[in-house]
């Protein structure tokens, strides 16, 4: 199986902005490396700061899908990041703040049918759907690489008995039964898995792995909500305003939403979203124009179900 090329290890500088001051990068008066610096992430996992700053600030730009994330101003803060330049990306920001109200509006619709059930957040960098998400009865699991974790625990710490925290590299099979997670059987619950800003920087075959993974071992009624990118996205970061400064790199996308269920016998292809929809008759339009040569959308959101196995 090709191998993802090593990640480089960077030491994660603040988006240049042109608003930038030095209060805002987090330094002061001090040299004083702030969290963020300390904090050493790779570029993958620093891509966690530009969803980070679409919830914390976005609703600016787009009153009408403020997210009102109660806690994503004060991780910045604490950060001590600078993210005016995340802010400049406004497609980037629209992209954010409509996927978190599409898995607000799927998390809600599954923990109304199962409300002591166990939502996952698969690839969780620092977001807090818990805060929306809480029935008062349900399970909560937030996981991640080893060094987001080492943050989280530092940022978020625990403070429900009904959440845990977890890491996890999706790249690994066995995802499953690592994460303690139930398995498919008559008494067992279904589960809600959250994939968000995470597929699309791994390799083809690890993600048919991981959605492979959701498949055999999740019990029917389970849903997955995965945003997605265009295949043509594959291998463009660079020229992505907010993914490129950070020398992360599109990995996979799709050819057709379709593909996503056909990756398991077991998957179903509930409802698939595109971003396109955010922009009125304009944005719909040309996605009718370009689906012949992007295929899917330029971004979109698909909910993956679990069926029965069939006899
Ligand atoms: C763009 S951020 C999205 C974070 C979060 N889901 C959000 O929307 O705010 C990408 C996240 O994917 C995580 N990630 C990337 N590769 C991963 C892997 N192999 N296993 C687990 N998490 C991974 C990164 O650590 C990072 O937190």
Redesign the pocket.
Known sequence: MPQPPPPSRRRLANPQSAHATPAQSGHGDTDQPCLLERAQLHA??S??L???AARAHGGRYFAWLACQDAVATQLLDELGADVNAYLDDLPTVLNVLWRTRAIKQVGQAFFAEHPQALGV???????HHFQWLDTGANQWLD???PE?MALREQLLPLRCPRARHVQ????QTGWWKRLALPRKGPDAQPVLLIC???LM??QPEQVHAVLAEFAQNATPGSRMVLDVLTRQAVGRAAIHASVGPTGAEFCWGVGRMAELEQMHPRLKLLREQSVSECYGWTGIALDILWRPWLGAPLYGMATLGVEAASP
């Open positions: 993958v996992p891509t966690l530009i969803p980070l957040n698969l690839g969780c960098g620092l977001t996981a991640d690489l987001v996890v590299d999706l790249t968000e800003g995470v920087y791994l």
